[in-house]
C-alpha cells in the first residue's frame, strides 16, 4: 500500500486502539454502582485482601506494552513518541487475535535502571508486561531484573515471542524434509536478542548445541574472542565445539539451517553460501523490511524451503501468531512467569495446527487468520503453567477451552458489531 495511504489511514481514525466500557450502562443511576458510592465496596475488599484486584477489576485481562523507542522494527532509535504506532498497533493485535487488552506505554528515558523503576510503579495496574522494542544488550538485564522483581508475569517480546515462533516453523521444516532436530547442523547469522534467544530455545527444545554456530557482525562467536558481551559469552561457551573462527561461507558449509535475523537487505545472505549447504537446505531469512536474501534467490541457489517475516511471501514468520495466544493463555491462569516450556509448548501447538491442515514447503507454519490456533496455543501455554505449578488458577482443558475461545471470539465479534453498526467509521479511499 502506498505511503499516502497509510498516514491518511492512521490520521483518519487518530491512531487504532481505544477504551469502550463492557459494563452495562442503562442510566444514570448506574454509575452509582460502577462509580461513587458504590466503588468503594470493592476497595476495601481488595485493601483486605490485594489478590482480589483480579476479581473486581480488567487487572486480569491487562497488559502494558512497554517501549522506549530504542529500536523499532527496522528503523532504530526513533524514540519513545515515534514508536506509539508500532506499539498501538501492537495493541490491536492483542485485542483482536488474543481478546487481551493492552495498553501502549512509551516512555521518554532510554536509561536501564529508570525503565525498570518505571515498569515496577505501574505493575498494580497490569496482569502483564510486555516489553517491546528495546534495544540490545539492554533488553536482556531489563527482561531478566524485572521477571525476579515483578509479581507479574513479564517477557520480551523480540526474544521469547520471536524464539517461539520460529521454532514452530522449524518444527514442521524439519517433518517435511525429514531431517532429525537432534542431527540438523545450525548457522545462526546475527547475534542480537532474537537470535540469542532463538538458539537457547531450540537447544532446550532437542536441538544439538554441538551442531550450531552463531555469527554477529565480527565473526564467529567463539571461546578466543575478548569482546563478546555476557549473553554472547554464554553462545560462545555453550555453541561452537571446535570454536571454528572461519569466514561464514566456510561455515555453512554442509549446513542444514540457516536463521538469519541480522541486518535488512536483499544481499546480505549470499546465494554461493546457500549453494554450500546440505541438501534440501532450510532458509529462514527474517530480516524487515527486506529479507536477507529474496525467497526466489534461495531457491535458485538450492533452498528448499525459505521462511521470511514478511506477509507477501509464504510461510510469514512473525511474533504476532505468539504473544496474543502466550498471553491469552498466561492471563487466563493468573500464571507468575512465562517460562521457556511455556514458549516450546506455544511452539508445538502452533506447528501442530498447521499439521491437522496440511504443511508443504509454502506452509509450514498458520497465518494470522487462522483463529484456531490461538485458541489451540493459549490452551497448551495455559496448561503448561498450570503443570509446572506457575498458575494462581487450575482449570481443566474443557473449560480452558470454553475460556479461550469466548475471550477470542466476543473481541472479533465486537469489532464486527462496531464495523457494521458504522460507530467505526469506514474510511474514504
Same mark, same amino acid.
Given at each position: 500500500m502506498e505511503r499516502t495511504k497509510i498516514l491518511n489511514l492512521h490520521s483518519f481514525y487518530n491512531g487504532k486502539i481505544e477504551i469502550i466500557p463492557k459494563c452495562s450502562v442503562k442510566g444514570i443511576d448506574d454509575f452509582s454502582v460502577w462509580y461513587t458510592p458504590g466503588v468503594a465496596e470493592p476497595c476495601k475488599k481488595i485493601k483486605n485482601k490485594r489478590e482480589l484486584v483480579y476479581k473486581y477489576t480488567n487487572k486480569a485481562n491487562s497488559v502494558a506494552i512497554i517501549s522506549d523507542g530504542s $529500536?523499532?522494527?527496522?528503523?532504530?532509535? =526513533?524514540?519513545?513518541?515515534?514508536?506509539?504506532? @508500532?506499539?498501538?498497533? &501492537?495493541?490491536? /493485535?492483542?485485542?483482536?487475535?488474543?481478546? *487481551?487488552?493492552?495498553?501502549? *506505554? #512509551?516512555?521518554?528515558?532510554?536509561?536501564?535502571?529508570?525503565?525498570?523503576? #518505571?515498569?515496577?510503579?505501574?505493575?498494580?495496574?497490569?496482569?502483564? =508486561? +510486555?516489553?517491546?522494542?528495546?534495544?540490545?544488550?539492554? #533488553?536482556?538485564?531489563?527482561?531478566?531484573?524485572? $521477571?525476579?522483581? #515483578?509479581?507479574?508475569? *513479564?517477557?520480551?517480546?523480540?526474544?521469547?515471542?520471536?524464539?517461539? *515462533?520460529?521454532?514452530?516453523? /522449524?518444527?514442521?521444516?524439519?517433518?517435511?524434509?525429514?531431517?532429525?532436530?537432534? &542431527? @540438523?547442523?545450525?548457522?545462526? /547469522?546475527?547475534?542480537?536478542?532474537? +537470535? =540469542?534467544?532463538?538458539?537457547?530455545?531450540?537447544?532446550?527444545?532437542?536441538?544439538?548445541?554441538?551442531?550450531?554456530?552463531?555469527?554477529?557482525?565480527?565473526?564467529?562467536?567463539? &571461546?578466543? $574472542? +575478548?569482546?563478546?558481551?555476557?549473553? &554472547?559469552?554464554?553462545?560462545?561457551?555453550?555453541?561452537n565445539p571446535k570454536n571454528f573462527t572461519g569466514d561464514i561461507k566456510d561455515a555453512i558449509s554442509g549446513c542444514d539451517i540457516l536463521i538469519a535475523l541480522s541486518k535488512s537487505g536483499g544481499d546480505v545472505v549470499k546465494k554461493e553460501w546457500i549453494k554450500r549447504m546440505a541438501k534440501d537446505a532450510i532458509v529462514f531469512a527474517c530480516a524487515n523490511p527486506i529479507p536477507e536474501i529474496w525467497p526466489d534467490d534461495a531457491k535458485q541457489a538450492g533452498a528448499r524451503i525459505v521462511a521470511t517475516g514478511r506477509s507477501d511471501f509464504p510461510n510469514q514468520v512473525n511474533n504476532s501468531l505468539g504473544f496474543p495466544a502466550i498471553f491469552r493463555g498466561v492471563l487466563d491462569v493468573e500464571a507468575v512467569v512465562i517460562t521457556d516450556q511455556m514458549c516450546i509448548r506455544a511452539s508445538e501447538a502452533i506447528a501442530n495446527f498447521a499439521q491437522k491442515k496440511g504443511i508443504s514447503e509454502d506452509y509450514i507454519i498458520p497465518a494470522m487468520d487462522e483463529t484456531g490456533v490461538f485458541i489451540e496455543e493459549a490452551v497448551a501455554v495455559a496448561t503448561q503453567a498450570i503443570k509446572e505449578k506457575v498458575a494462581k488458577i487450575k482449570l481443566s482443558k474443557n473449560k480452558l477451552y470454553e475460556k479461550v475461545s469466548y475471550r477470542i471470539k466476543r473481541a472479533q465479534k465486537q469489532l464486527k458489531i462496531l464495523m457494521k453498526s458504522g460507530i467505526i467509521r469506514n474510511p474514504r479511499r
Open positions: $529500536r523499532v522494527l527496522g528503523l532504530g532509535n =526513533i524514540g519513545a513518541e515515534a514508536s506509539l504506532p @508500532v506499539m498501538e498497533g &501492537k495493541a490491536l /493485535l492483542f485485542k483482536y487475535l488474543g481478546g *487481551v487488552d493492552a495498553f501502549p *506505554v #512509551c516512555i521518554n528515558t532510554q536509561n536501564t535502571d529508570d525503565i525498570i523503576q #518505571c515498569v515496577k510503579w505501574i505493575t498494580p495496574s497490569f496482569g502483564g =508486561i +510486555n516489553l517491546e522494542d528495546i534495544e540490545s544488550p539492554k #533488553c536482556f538485564s531489563i527482561l531478566e531484573r524485572l $521477571r525476579k522483581e #515483578c509479581e507479574i508475569p *513479564v517477557w520480551h517480546d523480540d526474544q521469547q515471542g520471536t524464539a517461539a *515462533v520460529t521454532l514452530s516453523a /522449524l518444527l514442521n521444516a524439519l517433518k517435511i524434509v525429514k531431517k532429525k532436530r537432534e &542431527k @540438523v547442523r545450525i548457522l545462526m /547469522l546475527g547475534a542480537g536478542a532474537a +537470535n =540469542i534467544k532463538i538458539t537457547h530455545l531450540i537447544i532446550q527444545a532437542g536441538f544439538n548445541a554441538d551442531n550450531i554456530i552463531v555469527y554477529d557482525s565480527k565473526g564467529s562467536l567463539n &571461546k578466543n $574472542r +575478548n569482546d563478546l558481551n555476557s549473553q &554472547k559469552k554464554v553462545l560462545a561457551n555453550i555453541t
